[in-house]
Nanobody, 115 residues
Framework: QVQLVESGGGLVQAGGSLRLSCAAS????????MAWYRQGPGKQRELVAT???????YIADSVEGRFTISRDNAENTVYLQMNSLKAEDTAVYYC?????????WGQGTQVTVSS
């Protein structure tokens, strides 16, 4: 079992920045892939970024150049740094941990970007 707790969401003006955190209840070394997803109003959940246990990262085209994903192994935490935010980034952001064939999700954190 892995519990995930997201934090860092909030209301920000367009062009601003936020950093989301995802704290895991266990060492992230045992987690194959950690990922951030988002679900905007009336939209399907979409993948935003991933980071593997080896540190390899993936960033979706829609946020490439604006968002970065990173990890702090000592704190068992993964971060999503979001810069140059746009109104279309408004969504609930979810953290996901993939441990072999099992997936664990956090409760989500709301990000609202005002234009």
């Amino acid at each position: 079992q892995v519990q995930l707790v997201e934090s860092g969401g909030g209301l920000v003006q367009a062009g601003g920045s936020l950093r989301l955190s995802c704290a895991a209840s266990r060492s992230i070394f045992i987690i194959n892939v950690m990922a951030w997803y988002r679900q905007g109003p009336g939209k399907q959940r979409e993948l935003v970024a991933t980071i593997t246990s080896g540190g390899s990262t993936y960033i979706a085209d829609s946020v490439e150049g604006r968002f970065t994903i990173s990890r702090d192994n000592a704190e068992n935490t993964v971060y999503l740094q979001m810069n140059s935010l746009k109104a279309e980034d408004t969504a609930v952001y979810y953290c996901k941990a993939q441990v072999t064939s099992r997936a664990y999700w956090g409760q989500g954190t709301q990000v609202t970007v005002s234009s």
